[in-house]
C-alpha cells in the first residue's frame, strides 16, 4: 500500500463548477500538507500550504485536511479552464527531508 | 517564481554514457533535492542535500551520484545512462524549517 493515495482522473468538470480534490494517507505522523498545480510540460508550482488539521483559503482554492481520518482536500470555487492541469498532493513529517507525493490527478475544465 | 534554474532543460543521450544534470538557485536555501516523474510512479526521491557537502540518497539513488560544492549549485550524474533513467528530472529546494518546496523548470532526459 502507497503511503500516500490519490486518484489519478481525469476528472471532467464545467466552467464555473467547484471542483474537489482528495488524498489519502496512512502515516499519522505527516504534519505539512502542500498542493501543487502542475502544467503539462512544466515544474510543479506550489498553491496550498497547510499546518496539522483545518482549513485554508486562498482565492478561490481552500484546502482541508482531517487528521483524523487521514485525509486531504483541495476546493476550487468557479473553476476555469485555466485551472486544467495535473495536481498534487504532498505531504510531510516534523524533522525530516523526506516529502512523500501523490502520483496526481488529471483535472479538465470544459469551457 | 523561485528562483530555480536548471541546466540543460533538454537532452538525448546513448546508453552507457554518463550524464549531468545542474540545478542553480538564487534563493540561498539550504535544502535542495532531486526527483523523477515518471508516469504512474509521480514523484519519486532521488538524492537530497542538506547543505554543502552533505547530501544523502532517495528511494531511487540506484545508478545516480550527487554533488554540492556551493550553496547554489547542485549537481545529479548519472554514472552510465541506461534508457530506464528516460524520464524528467526536477530540482526543488525547501524543507526543514518552512517545510514549503520549490521546484525548477525540469529537464527532460532521453536515452536511447
Known amino acids: 500500500q502507497k503511503e500516500v493515495e490519490q486518484d489519478p482522473g481525469p476528472l471532467s468538470v464545467p466552467e464555473g463548477a467547484i471542483v474537489s480534490l482528495n488524498c489519502t494517507y496512512s502515516n499519522s505522523a505527516f504534519q505539512y500538507f502542500m498542493w501543487y498545480r502542475q502544467y503539462s510540460r512544466k515544474g510543479p508550482e506550489l498553491l496550498m500550504y497547510?499546518?496539522?488539521?483545518g482549513n485554508k483559503e486562498d482565492g478561490r482554492f481552500t484546502a482541508q485536511v482531517d487528521k483524523s481520518s487521514k485525509y486531504i482536500s483541495l476546493f476550487i470555487r468557479d473553476s476555469q479552464p485555466s485551472d486544467s492541469a495535473t495536481y498534487l498532493c504532498?505531504?510531510?513529517?516534523?524533522?525530516?527531508?523526506?516529502?512523500?507525493f501523490g502520483t496526481g490527478t488529471r483535472l479538465k475544465v470544459l469551457a | 517564481d523561485a528562483g530555480i534554474t536548471q541546466s540543460p532543460r533538454h537532452k538525448v543521450t546513448e546508453t552507457g554514457t554518463p550524464v549531468t544534470l545542474r540545478c542553480h538557485q538564487t534563493?540561498?536555501?539550504?535544502?535542495m533535492y532531486w526527483y523523477r516523474q515518471d508516469p504512474g510512479h509521480g514523484l519519486r526521491l532521488i538524492h537530497y542535500?542538506?547543505?554543502?557537502?552533505?547530501?544523502d540518497k532517495g528511494e531511487v539513488s540506484d545508478g545516480y551520484s550527487v554533488s554540492r560544492s556551493k550553496t547554489e549549485d547542485f549537481l545529479l550524474t548519472l554514472e552510465s545512462a541506461t534508457s530506464s533513467q528516460t524520464s524528467v528530472y526536477f530540482c526543488?529546494?525547501?524543507?526543514?524549517?518552512?517545510?514549503?518546496?520549490?521546484f525548477g523548470p525540469g529537464t527532460r532526459l532521453t536515452v536511447t
Open positions: 526543488a529546494i525547501g524543507g526543514r524549517g518552512d517545510n514549503e518546496q520549490y
Open positions: 534563493e540561498n536555501h539550504r535544502y
Open positions: 497547510t499546518y496539522s488539521s
Open positions: 504532498a505531504m510531510i513529517s516534523s524533522g525530516t527531508y523526506k516529502y512523500i
Open positions: 542535500s542538506y547543505g554543502v557537502k552533505d547530501t
